[in-house]
């Protein structure tokens, strides 16, 4: 059996694709996001954007406006589902801004939980 000679550059690509797999899948998905930028814990700048895809350890959003990396951050987004039909979810994250590349920031999911954003009000739906 003769061996078959492989291109250097397609070796290149091959490992290129190998270490662009993600470990967590993406999905794409569009939601009003509000943001706090946090430095110490504290506030330093709110804002507002929308999400470009969502995974289980990461968001890529598009903010107002450029943010720095290294940052700590809070996301605070409307789900798009109702609780048992009728409550409204928001989705509060805080995490990091792993890269920022100029409106677009990727967040590293460091903590997630869904709160409840309160029921409607009385005489907004028909009545049971």
């Not at 814990?41 to 990461?58: A, D, P």
């Not at 009728?86 to 990091?96: Q, T, V």
């Not at 869904?114 to 009545?127: D, E, K, L, N």
Request: aromatic share 6%; hydrophobic share 40%; proline share 5%.
């Amino acid at each position: 059996m003769s061996a078959v000679a492989i291109p250097s550059r397609a070796i290149q690509l091959l490992e290129l694709e190998l270490r662009e797999r993600r470990s967590h899948n993406r999905y794409p998905i569009r939601l009003e996001v509000e943001y706090a930028l946090l430095n110490r814990r504290r506030v330093e700048r709110l804002g507002h954007g929308t999400t470009v895809n969502v995974s289980s350890n990461g968001i890529l959003f598009e903010a107002d406006t450029a943010l720095p990396t290294e940052k700590s951050i809070k996301l605070a987004m409307k789900w798009p589902f109702l609780l048992e039909g009728e409550c409204a979810l928001k989705l509060h994250i805080r995490g990091i801004i792993i890269r920022s590349v100029a409106k677009r920031a990727a967040v590293q999911i460091a903590y997630h939980e869904f709160r409840t954003a309160g029921f409607p009000t009385p005489g907004a739906s028909s009545a049971r």
